[in-house]
């Protein structure tokens, strides 16, 4: 369900301007002189919804600046909202596009990446707007230092198994990979949880979750790409197998299940007629 929009949204982006970077472009190669000449590292949190995740790394992460963006109004505004309150100093909000990130960070600005339960865009012809499409993963080595991480979160094993292909292709070494991250010993100390990872394990539901590193630059030119672009092909030929119907994939699954129960129940009536 998509957030209600308030009737007095401008009034209150204006209310919290002062704490929303809307001008990311031109703080390009110099996110730590301009908000915090002493951080070690710069991070962001793409996506970063109401930014909880964000506040919270923040403050596990002093030495740190976090760089919260998301593409949606009301998430930035609570997100401002929050971080205030919170009075995290180490973090700045941005109303921004995941397409415009080269033209907001210089290369090798980047150390950390988050990717916390991104839209998985499931049909393969809207593949290329996933924040793990070859393409953004190509970008982010771009941007990222030679140590450089991605971090993923979600819900959605196929979104998962996708990346994971993905991320192969694009030169990265996959540092860490669990499918049932809150079951994983963990070498960081405690996590940073998002309001939906929350949601989520009060529900049951595991968090699939992976930690790559950029390797060696890769051949664009004999690249061999191994990524089906269709997540319907990342799901398991036995539908009652899922625990738990992934995030973006409610239709997809429930559409699957139809065609494959009337599949089955044609296949039942010719045999009964067979049998006649």
């Known amino acids: 369900m998509r957030a209600r929009r308030p009737e007095n949204l401008i009034n209150l982006l204006a209310q919290y301007d002062h704490a929303i ?3 990311p472009q031109s703080h390009k190669g110099r996110w730590k002189a301009d908000f915090m000449p002493q951080a070690t590292e710069v991070r962001l949190d793409l996506g970063c919804g109401k930014g909880r995740f964000a506040i919270e790394a923040a403050r596990l992460n002093p030495e740190c ?3 919260a963006m998301d593409v949606n109004d009301i998430c930035v505004l609570n ?3 929050n971080a205030l309150e919170s009075g995290v100093k180490n973090l700045v909000v941005v109303l921004g596009n995941a397409d415009d990130l080269e033209k907001m960070f210089a290369p090798r600005e980047l150390c950390r990446i988050y990717l916390n339960f991104n839209a998985p865009f499931p049909k393969r012809k809207r593949a290329h707007l996933r924040l793990t499409h070859l393409d953004r993963l190509l970008e982010y080595r771009r941007l990222l230092g030679p140590e450089g991480l991605i971090d993923l ?5 196929p979104y998962w198994r996708y990346t994971l292909d993905e991320l192969d292709s694009a030169g990265y070494r996959v540092l860490s990979a669990t499918e049932n991250l809150h079951a994983t010993p963990h070498v960081e100390g405690p996590l940073p949880r998002s309001e939906y990872d ?3 394990s009060a529900a049951g539901a595991p968090v699939y979750a992976l930690i790559a590193q950029a390797g060696p630059e890769p051949d664009l030119e004999h690249m061999q790409r ?3 672009l269709s997540l319907v092909d990342y799901l398991p030929e036995d539908l009652s197998q899922l625990t738990h119907i992934p995030y973006g994939m409610e239709d997809t699954v429930v559409n699957l299940s139809n065609r494959k129960a009337n599949a089955r129940a044609r296949a039942a009536r010719a045999q009964d007629t067979n049998n006649r």
């Open 153 to 157: 979160r979600t819900d959605n094993m």
């Open 198 to 200: 929350l949601k989520l």
């Open 226 to 228: 191994t990524a089906r």
């Open 21 to 23: 970077i809307s001008d």
């Open 65 to 67: 600046l976090f760089v």
């Open 79 to 81: 997100a401002a909202r």
